[in-house]
């Protein structure tokens, strides 16, 4: 059972536009919601994160959008460049007597045209 | 190192033999963390070691998978047996505590397995 649901699974957005990935979650536990974001050959990296009482963070160029009634968030890259190109995954946790674990959507491959 | 260490980075063995896979995490990190990836699967959790105790072992998809953390430092994960679904980048983490909840959380660069 996937407990958090990412898409669109690839995404092809022009130097300079908005890139827009989104993630659903059921297990209204759930307490962090992190985005990360990883290059080909490397470990995931943590890009920005949110927790449920905010409904919006901005760090930069990206920002998350959290909608808890809905059980749902985005994460916004705002004029996107080609080194952005990466596999984002947006990430939910849920603590479980004393310690969390990271439940992971399946990721998205972003591709940034120049 | 600064970082989360793994070794090997890449390891082809053939069908049946056993394999371990060593991660050395971030100085002081009480919390490790395996997880697995495999294409167009995303990041399946493995297990969670908070020193060298494992509360959560719920990830690991089989007995012929293991893992040990020893001096709350370096773990290996073991694999026996290998089987050909088991190739996938197997990827460590630490955290300075196992509350991840504002604490971020260090992944090494993995460890690709192929079982041929």
């Known amino acids: 059972q996937q407990q958090v649901k990412q898409s669109p699974q690839s995404l092809i957005v022009q130097k300079g536009g908005i890139s827009i990935i989104n993630c659903a979650y059921e297990n209204t536990a759930f307490d962090y919601f992190p985005w990360y974001q990883q290059f080909p050959g490397k470990g995931p990296a943590l890009l920005i994160a949110i927790r449920p009482d905010v409904s919006e963070k901005k760090e930069g160029r990206f920002t998350i959008s959290f909608n808890k009634s809905a059980k749902q968030f985005s994460l916004h890259i705002m004029d996107s460049q080609p080194g952005d190109s990466a596999t984002y995954f947006c990430a939910a946790t849920i603590k479980n007597s004393g310690y969390s674990t990271l439940t992971f959507g399946k990721g998205t491959m972003l591709l940034v045209s120049p | 190192g600064a970082g989360v260490s793994q070794s090997p980075s890449n390891k082809v063995t053939e069908k049946g033999k056993d394999v371990e896979l060593r991660c050395d995490p971030i100085s002081g990190h009480t919390a490790l963390y395996w997880y697995r990836q495999s294409l167009g699967q995303g990041l399946e959790f493995l297990i969670y070691f908070q020193g060298n105790s494992a509360p959560d072992k719920s990830g690991l998809p089989s007995d012929r998978f293991s893992a040990e953390r020893t001096g709350g430092s370096v773990s290996t994960l073991t694999i026996q047996r290998t089987q050909q679904e088991d190739s996938a980048v197997y990827l460590c983490?630490?955290?300075?505590?196992?509350?991840?909840?504002?604490?971020?959380?260090?992944f090494g660069e993995g460890s690709w397995l192929t079982v041929v």
């Open positions: 983490a630490s955290s300075k505590q196992g509350g991840l909840a504002g604490n971020t959380i260090y």
